[in-house]
Each structure stands twice: as structure tokens, then as C-alpha cells.
């Protein structure tokens, strides 16, 4: 049966709050922790320090939410995350001493960022919407969760100039819980409800790791996640070292996530017409190629990398649901994507950090950025061993 128009009504809703969550708890913080902000007042290394650890937390949180979504659906999640992610800010701009720092981004904004990203909304859609209608629909959230660096970070930018970072902290947070709030109680629906999904399967945990299809895959988004958060980390500092100006990065950095919204929605349209696995796999290959361009890079090796990574990126980044969806859709799903999930905020943790490290011990980053580029490769093929493997006999 196709969706009714209150399912169309609460993704739109939905929509709009990964990208308030994005950019208030990924971009807007991301400025809050520069120079001009927060840096001014407190070491690199302890922002550092409280971001990687929002981004641990988040990630390892996502079994657990994962699970009641299974079982109560998001509406809890979503105004839960919307008021933490608030809290959160709310706690960084008041904080004085460094250990509130900390404890604001790991104890609020990390646990915030696990409850209104993408995870729990693409357990949604698979309640939601099926076939060609939840391709359509993970299009239309990963195109208005692209939104979220275009809109708040020259917002936040300009709320720090005018009135300090502090107060743009507040600001942020007051929107999002009362945005968060708001499209809960209204749009989002009780329950599980647009599901006919059969009753949870036993077995947990070991029985996922009997069933190679799913090993294969969750080794190949462990391993991109790691490579593209080592590329968002780095790669302005990699051209810098090249002898780009800062501007000339940045300004194509923004072109390259232009490009990437075509492939945000033509993606899942895609892949009901030719298989996800196949469709991500070649994306993965193409950032793999994105990649290897980093390394000693020519002026048109600067350009093509942005292109062919914006292109790539934009077409790689909804498929997982896409490809989790065809495989695992039913009462076990944001069980099993959490699970995914937590590993892949391990390798995310990892990549950057490995990359820094193998900089730091070459010299340059042409040896780092050249294991980025076949830990990219690595990724294509385990997503074509996924594609192959045989699904075990429940047992």
C-alpha cells in the first residue's frame, strides 16, 4: 500500500530536523570550537578532544537507540535529542572552566547527535515507506540534510561576529529544541506505525556475525567512514601544505558538496533499477580515485579531486540505508544498522587520527593520503564480496 500523505508529511518534518541537528551539533559546533570562538579561550587540544568524544559517544549510543526505535519508533528519539542537543550547547556556552567543555560535548551534544542524525530517521523511512517509495524518501532526507553546511555554517559565522559565541550557541539551541519539539508532538507518528515488519528474530549480535553478507558490508563502512573522516579532517591542511591558498580550498570544498546533491537524490532512484551494491561500489571506487589525488597534487589534480569526490560522495552517502533496507527491513533493523553503526564510530575515531600519525612520521602526507585512497578501494571490493555472500539459514 503506497504511504499516506501524513507519512510524506512527517518525513519533510523529519527532514527538517537532521539538518537543524547537523548544523547546530556538527557545522554550528564545529565553528563554536574555532579561534574566533571558543578557541580563543581554550587549547586545541581539549576541543579536539571534546569533539572526537561527542563523535565516539554518538556512534556508540547508536545500538542502543537503534533498538527503541525497533521498538517504539522516533518520536521519543527525536524530541529527546532535539532538548539534549539544546542542553548541550546551552552548557558550552556556559562553561568557564575545561572540564565542562568536555563534559558538555561528550555527556549532551555527542548523546544529542545520536538521537537526531540520520540513523534513527532512516529507521523511520524503513517504517515508513517501502520499495521505490523509500528510495524516494531517503533522496529527499539526504538532500535536505546536505542543506545543513550551506545554511549554518556562514549562519554561524555570522552570529559569532555579531553577538559572540555564547550567545550564538544559545541561539542555535533554543531553535533546535522548539523546532525538535514542535515537529514531534505535530508530524512525527506514535509508534512503529507503516510497518508490517514480523516480530523480532533471536539470536542478537552473533547470529549478525554469521551472516557474511553483513560482516563483508559492515567492513567496508567501517573502513570508508575512517577514510573520508581522515579526508574531512586533512584535506585543507594537505593542499595548504601543496602551496594552495586556504580560500582557493575552501571555496572549491564548498563546490564539491554542490555536486554532491544530485547524486543525494539520484542515488536511491537508481539503485531500484540497478542493484545498491553495484551503484556504491562504484562511487567507492570513484572516491578512491578522489583520493589518490591528494597525494603530491597538481593544480588540475585539485580540481578533479574536489569534482569527482563531490560527485561520488553525494551518490555514496544514501545507499547504505538503501542497501541495509533491501537486506534487513523489519522489527530488527535499527537493531542491526546501530550495530553497523557503533563499529563505524570506531573507524571514523581512527582514520583521522592514523592519518596524523603517518604524517607526522613521513613527513608529508603523500604516504597518508595514498592509504586513504586503497582503504577506499578495500571498501568498493568488501561491498562487492557483501554482494555476493550467501544469506545464512536462520538456525
Known sequence: MPPHRAEWRALVALSGLVLMAFGSLFYAFSVLLTEEAAGAEYSTSLLSTAYAGAVLVGGGLAFIVGRRADRRGVRGIAALGAVL????????????????????????????????????????????????????AIGILAVVGGLAGPVYLPLTGWLVGSIGWRSAAVVIGAALAMYGVVISWLFIPAGTAGTDAPPPEPGGTARLLRDRRFVWYSVSVV??????????????AVFEAAGFTIGSVTAWAALSGLLGFPGRYGGPMLATR????????????????????????????????????GLAFGTMLPLRPVIMSDWYSGANYGRIMGTQWSAAAVGGALGPWLTGIGKDAAGSYDVPMAMVAAAMALSAVCTLLAARAVHPTPG
Open 85 to 136: 542537543g539544546a542542553l548541550g550547547l546551552f552548557a558550552l556556552a556556559a562553561s568557564r572552566e575545561p572540564w565542562q567543555v568536555v563534559a558538555a560535548s561528550w555527556l549532551l551534544i555527542g548523546p544529542a547527535g545520536a538521537l537526531t542524525f540520520y540513523e534513527p530517521a532512516f529507521v523511520a523511512l524503513d517504517q515508513w515507506f517501502a520499495g521505490a517509495s523509500r528510495a524516494r
Open 274 to 309: 540497478v542493484r545498491a551494491t553495484t551503484v556504491s561500489a562504484v562511487a567507492l571506487g570513484a572516491l578512491a580515485v578522489a583520493s589518490a589525488l591528494m597525494v603530491s597534487p597538481s593544480g588540475p589534480g585539485m580540481v578533479a579531486h574536489f569534482v569527482i569526490f
Open 223 to 236: 573502513v570508508s567512514y575512517g577514510a573520508l573522516q581522515a579526508i574531512f579532517f586533512h584535506r585543507i
